[in-house]
């Protein structure tokens, strides 16, 4: 009988045994690769080329930011030189020709001034300082207008109220009760004061109506944006806003300066020799 028999794979090469000696093989062999890879010397300076200019057409039709933390166009300027300086560590600042270089001086000072929305932010400001103003005199004449309109309708109804009741207006001193004799012998009749004071408050109602008619009118008026007014102003001047904030969005994206820039960077990358060692065509 045998006991204790080694389970398969417990023998050298068996496959219970083998995970270890896998994993020792694979990371030699990477280490071989890397070292491969390493010794391979410098990039290809053509396909470097191709990655650059493609990576250029990306950064000249990027949307930027006007919120603040978003990507604007300090954070373009960093990716674009981001990426210069890669590639010029890779194949030496020798191999690009003047113009390149003038041109990585000026980007900057470029972009600074064709984003500079100074001018555009102070007329913004004023536009609105100047809308602030408008509506604050438009608010003002609206809520009075409104008042006056308020108390014209209150006294309407009270003297629509007192008409209907056949009472006189309060405004005057009320009637002296009339006498035991007026009373038992045809005292209840009109008199002429009493059909005065009738008279008097159907006068009043039809000038309160009318004042009350010219008032709503007035409010119309001080609403609406079809005439001469404080409310066309206000129109005309967000009309003004919105165009100056769209130029102020303009010259924040900087998209023709950017594009062109871009498409400068990578004309003179694409006119780049082949190969590092080559003598640049641009310094013969």
Request: aromatic share 4%; glycine share 8%; charged share 30%.
């Amino acid at each position: 009988m045998s006991y204790g028999n080694p389970t398969r794979g417990s023998r050298s090469g068996g496959k219970g045994a083998s995970p270890k000696k896998t994993n020792r093989k694979k990371k030699q062999t990477y280490h071989k690769r890397k070292q491969q890879t390493t010794e391979q010397g410098p990039p290809d300076a053509e396909q470097l080329k191709s990655r650059v200019v493609a990576s250029l057409e990306k950064l000249g039709h990027q949307r930027l930011s006007t919120e603040p933390g978003g990507y604007d166009l300090q954070s373009w300027m960093r990716s674009l030189d981001a990426l210069l300086d890669d590639y010029e560590s890779k194949l030496g600042s020798s191999y690009f020709p003047e113009a390149y270089r003038q041109l990585r001086h000026q980007m900057a000072q470029e972009l600074q001034s064709a984003s500079d929305v100074s001018a555009v932010d102070g007329k913004i400001a004023g536009l609105r300082a100047k809308r602030s103003e408008i509506s604050k005199t438009l608010d003002e004449e609206k809520r009075g207008v409104s008042a006056k309109l308020a108390q014209v309708s209150s006294e309407i109804d009270r003297l629509s109220a007192a008409e209907a009741s056949g009472e006189s207006h309060t405004t005057e001193a009320p009637k002296e009760k009339p006498s035991i004799f007026r009373r038992l012998f045809g005292g209840g009749r009109s008199t002429p004061a009493d059909v005065g004071r009738k008279e008097e408050t159907a006068n009043q109602l039809v000038r309160l109506r009318t004042e009350s008619a010219e008032l709503t009118t007035k409010l119309e008026q001080l609403d609406s944006t079809s005439r001469d007014g404080p409310a066309l102003d206000l129109s005309h001047i967000d009309a003004e806003l919105s165009a100056a904030e769209a130029e102020r969005e303009r010259l924040l994206q900087v998209e023709e300066t950017r594009g062109r820039l871009a498409d400068e960077f990578a004309k003179i990358i694409s006119q780049l020799p082949a190969s590092g060692t080559e003598k640049n065509p641009a310094e013969s």
